[in-house]
């Protein structure tokens, strides 16, 4: 299969989802990441993952801007002709679902979080809800990071209880992000 992973930015696949990206590889499965170019992208291209640039404002809330990446994805998408896109991140699983429907390619989007617009209540929670559930319509499945964010998706309704999947981990290497001890708590805070 080809498999298409878009985020926001192509460090995070190379240090949040690199064994996920490692075992679709090593099943044999063709693998592009869609994400704005950083230093990870030589690291990702040598561990096999074809690298497509993605022009978009990160934290912008400009819906002509927003507009505009769903036109980029959805060329993108059309070139690629991926069978299935990875969604990572909030602007790249709202829009990349809204630029693949129309293709009719299976989208796999992954409720990383939820951002500012989500988390700020009034007028942006509005927009940020009603994105989320025009994208999410008719999806077969929503991958969650977390019972609190799938929760509040399931209250909210942006999802249903057939769509929600919680994951068991987001696919952070743990032998590379070893956990550590917390400090004890008399030790001040290092600025």
């Known amino acids: 299969m080809h498999i298409l992973i878009t985020v926001n930015a ?26 704005p170019r950083d230093d990870s992208v030589a690291a990702l291209e040598g561990r096999g993952c074809k690298v497509l640039p993605l022009e978009m404002s990160v934290k912008g809330l400009n819906p002509l801007q927003d507009i505009k990446l769903i036109g980029r994805m959805r060329k993108v998408f059309r070139a690629e002709k991926p069978d299935a896109i990875f969604n990572y991140t909030i602007k790249n699983t709202i829009f990349g679902a809204l630029a693949a429907r129309p293709l009719g390619i299976p989208i796999i989007p992954n409720v990383t979080g939820l951002g500012t617009a989500f988390l ?13 559930r025009r994208a999410f319509r008719n999806l077969g ?37 070893a956990a550590t001890d917390y400090p004890p708590k008399s030790d001040a805070p290092i600025s």
């Open 10 to 35: 192509a460090w995070n696949v190379l240090n949040f989802r690199r064994p996920i990206v490692a075992a679709m590889i090593a099943d044999g499965h063709r693998v592009t990441v869609l994400a």
């Open 141 to 177: 499945v929503i991958f969650f990071q977390n019972e609190d964010d799938r929760d509040l998706f399931l209250e909210c309704r942006l999802v249903t209880q057939q769509q929600a999947r919680l994951l068991p981990g987001s696919g952070i290497d743990l032998n590379h992000f």
């Open 120 to 132: 700020s209540g009034g007028f942006l929670q509005r927009i940020a809800e009603g994105l989320y």
